[in-house]
């Protein structure tokens, strides 16, 4: 089956540094998605993306946060100024179409602001 | 937006017994899919179900969407069944944006 890939698995970075989240999606799909897990909690929707713009985004996702495409097989997080409570896990996703089919994950990308 | 609760919070099977974990969803939904997540993290797709009856081994789930509700069907548990199982929605409409119900955290003891 195929896989959305992301890197690193780990991570672990000083507070108030930039930190960027890479991922490759399936390679025939075109929507893309960021979602979080602070430990223990639930998984949240951040992102997602289409055609090289944002289609739509969370509360959480303030300006400390950026999402790109760069080339044609990337799509990458950014976060700028990292803070304590951006650590978690974060997953990349992906899917064919915009509704009604399976979004496919990546095994996540943990990250811890120390 | 939608709501997505899922019961119970959490389970504990001997290994053998069979299992039924709950969602339930406030919305007509487009998306309906459950996740295993392993001790590691990683977020295991089991399930796309917006509707019907699928079958994949040990692992069943029905959707009924005009009562919105989803059931997780485990049988024959095994310790590596362990884990959270999460079931996400996304709402009718130009959406694919999921919402995570809280997650059953299963423990099958050998």
């Known amino acids: 089956e195929p896989e959305v890939t992301q890197t690193p698995s780990h991570q672990v970075t000083q507070m108030g540094q930039e930190v960027i989240l890479r991922c490759v999606p399936i390679?025939?799909?075109?929507?893309f998605y960021w979602y979080r897990q602070i430990l223990g909690q639930k998984v949240e929707f951040l992102v997602s993306?289409?055609?090289?713009?944002?289609?739509?985004k969370s509360e959480i996702f303030d300006d400390q946060f950026s999402v790109e495409r760069p080339d044609g097989s990337n799509f990458t997080l950014k976060i700028r100024s990292t803070k304590l409570e951006d650590s978690a896990m974060y997953f990349c996703?992906?899917?064919?179409?915009?509704?009604?089919?399976?979004?496919?994950f990546g095994e996540g990308s943990w990250l811890t602001v120390v | 937006g939608i709501q997505v609760e899922q019961s119970p919070p959490d389970l504990i099977l001997q290994e053998g017994a069979n299992s039924t974990l709950r969602c339930n969803f406030s919305?007509?939904?487009?998306?309906l899919q459950w996740f295993h997540q392993n001790p590691w993290g990683q977020l295991i797709n089991l399930f796309y179900i917006p509707s019907g009856t699928k079958q994949n081994g040990r692992l069943s789930a029905t959707t009924v969407a005009t009562e919105r509700y989803s059931l997780l069907y485990i049988s024959s548990s095994q310790t590596t069944d362990s884990g959270v199982y999460f079931c996400a929605a996304a709402r009718r409409g130009a959406t694919n944006k999921l919402i995570f119900g809280t997650g059953t955290l299963l423990a099958v003891q050998p």
């Open positions: 390679s025939n799909h075109l929507y």
């Open positions: 993306f289409y055609n090289n713009e944002i289609s739509e």
């Open positions: 996703a992906s899917s064919v179409m915009v509704a009604g089919n399976t979004i496919y």
């Open positions: 919305d007509s939904v487009n998306n």
